[in-house]
């Protein structure tokens, strides 16, 4: 059972070069969900999506942007990347059900020059 | 404002110390209180407490909550090296309809020293 698969795992672009981050799980959740990890500051929220076809706002969502593709799928793109956006990307799912807690996958690293 | 702080940030402790992680949160739509641990990758789930006053427990860690002080407590007994990680604490509150929303703080890391 694979859980989140991210890719791609690590990734170094220019200032100013645009990527996707990709996510899939194969829990059949609902909830997705991507975070950004920088050091000292914890998980902080960019975007997440509560179901297929909605997406909403984190807490940093600035420079990002999101698709849910499918209930499987939940992409995260850079648009034109910033030094600011070197940083751990983890992806999660929610399981909806008793404890509800997310499932995280094992996170992208991304430095950007 | 959506904070949830975790102290101490670092600490150092020797194999067979106990612990004691603290973890405080605003109550604003508060729907439960989680705590993950991180090692090297992804953070894997250890609790999440909804009731003030009942202790969950996996083995030498356990946890409680209490509603009316805003705060949580991670336990770890009798130490061990592998217990070196960082441990995060989250908020959980409902945004609107489905939206189920996770706030972490900044962690604490634990280092076990044989």
């Known amino acids: 059972n694979a859980g989140v698969t991210q890719t791609p795992k690590f990734q170094v672009l220019k200032t100013g070069q645009s990527m996707t981050l990709q996510c899939a799980q194969d829990?059949?959740?609902?909830?997705m969900y991507w975070y950004r990890q920088d050091p000292g500051m914890g998980l902080r929220l960019i975007y997440y999506s509560a179901s297929e076809g909605t997406t909403d706002k984190g807490e940093v969502p600035n420079g990002y942007n999101v698709s849910r593709l499918n209930k499987r799928e939940f992409s995260l793109r850079l648009e034109s990347a910033a030094p600011s956006q070197t940083s751990v990307y983890f992806c999660a799912s929610r399981r909806e059900l008793n404890t509800g807690e997310l499932f995280f996958g094992e996170g992208s690293r991304l430095t950007v020059l | 404002e959506d904070k949830v702080v975790q102290s101490p940030l670092s600490l150092v402790v020797h194999e067979g110390d106990t612990v004691t992680l603290n973890c405080s949160y605003e109550v604003t739509n508060f729907r439960s209180l989680l705590w993950y641990k991180q090692e090297k990758k992804a953070p894997t789930f250890l609790f999440m407490l909804?009731?003030?006053?009942i202790e969950k427990k996996s083995g030498r860690l356990s946890s409680i909550l209490d509603k009316k002080e805003l705060f949580s407590i991670l336990n770890i007994t009798d130490t061990q090296t592998g217990d070196s990680a960082v441990y995060l604490c989250a908020r959980a509150r409902n945004s609107g309809g489905s939206n189920y929303k996770l706030t972490f703080g900044k962690g604490t890391l634990l280092t076990v020293n044989p």
């Open positions: 829990m059949n959740h609902n909830s």
């Open positions: 909804t009731s003030s006053g």
